[in-house]
């Protein structure tokens, strides 16, 4: 084996190590910031559950089938899904969403402050529009999951925000920004991105809801630009609080409300990724946007076609700024809808 050989094969292996290691690195710090912030939501978890104190009793009138009844449950501890759990199993599985004093939609998870009327809401009920925004606001919360599983950390991605649900664009959505200024998806990668999706569903994770102040907030996203970025105007238009809402170790920030499981999750495509803008020297700013189904709806293969390719509109949301940034750093909760 000559010199130049020899001196080629060594120069190969210590770049192959070197991309190892810098592979393994991103790992470590991308995994320790998702365990810290999960440690965090955590502990403001025990420190809340701990601060109630005085247990006090609540009346809570549930209004349904198979009969309305009186629940006496304890405020600031019991839920919508406690609720369910003394009607029946059914209404445990069905009930994606809750509706307090017959307007206010609250979470599945989300404990009751104080006596109220109670519907459980599922995707047959007359009026399905609080409980279809909730199904679509979750279907991007889902999505941003997905793409943290889905891209390898040379990727460079960076979760933005999702717009708020708007039923008619045909579309959720999930805003990224990639370490790329030319990805152009292949159907393969969609496949992919979709697959993660299916498992999250499959996997039946409860989704939890956090209020914590802006100042624990920012803690828990310091390694996060955009989210950081977002925190104060979000704090400000709710007092210094932010929402946060966590499905595995998964935790972002929306105003909620958002159906109380993965497993409400069913016929789900991710159909398309649009390039919106350059982001810096080398990345861009791509959405993500896709269509599902909740569990248990059937629809043909070619009526679900049609909405596949409806899904693949480019999706244009407002897009106010953010207190010293351009219209790309908006804040996700203040695009909602709801």
């Known amino acids: 084996m000559s010199a130049a050989t020899k001196l080629h094969k060594t120069s190969w292996c210590a770049l192959r190590q070197l991309q190892q290691y810098r592979t393994k690195a991103t790992l470590s ?109 979750t279907c991007s919360f889902m999505l941003g999951a997905a793409l943290n599983r889905a891209f390898k950390p040379e990727a460079g991605l960076q979760l933005h925000s999702f717009p708020g649900p708007n039923i008619k664009s045909g579309s959720f959505v999930h805003d990224i920004v990639l370490q790329t200024q030319n990805w152009q998806p292949t159907k393969e990668e969609m496949r992919a991105i979709s697959a993660e999706m299916v498992k999250l569903a499959a996997q039946d994770l409860r989704i939890e809801r956090l209020d914590v102040q802006q100042d624990l907030a920012q803690e828990m996203f310091k390694d996060s630009k955009y989210k950081s970025e977002q925190l104060p105007s979000i704090a400000q238009q709710t007092q210094g609080r932010v929402t946060l809402y966590r499905l595995g170790d998964h935790i972002d920030i929306s105003r909620g409300p958002m159906v109380g499981s993965t497993s409400f999750l069913g016929k789900c495509t991710i159909s398309a990724a649009h390039k919106v803008a350059e982001e810096g020297a080398a990345g861009a700013f791509y959405r993500i946007q896709g269509v599902a189904l909740p569990s248990g709806f059937q629809l043909n293969h070619v009526a679900f076609g049609v909405l596949e390719e409806r899904s693949k509109k480019p999706y244009h949301p407002p897009r106010p700024k953010t207190k010293g940034k351009d219209k790309r750093h908006s804040d996700p909760r203040s695009t909602s809808s709801s």
């Not at 109670?118 to 529009?129: A, D, M, Y």
Request: with cysteine; aromatic share 6%; hydrophobic share 35%.
């Open 29 to 137: 710090g991308s995994s320790a910031s998702i365990a810290k912030r999960n440690d965090l939501f955590n502990q403001e978890q025990r420190r809340q559950r701990d601060a109630v104190g005085r247990i006090d009793k609540i009346e809570v009138r549930y209004l349904g089938l198979p009969e309305d009844v009186t629940l006496v449950m304890n405020s600031n501890i019991s839920t919508p899904y406690n609720c369910a759990q003394h009607l029946s199993e059914g209404h445990c599985k069905r009930s994606a969403l809750a509706l307090i004093d017959g307007s206010v939609p609250w979470d599945m998870h989300r404990p009751l402050q104080e006596s109220c009327t109670l519907q459980l809401l599922n995707f047959h009920v007359s009026e399905p529009h609080p409980v279809n925004k909730a199904f679509w606001r």
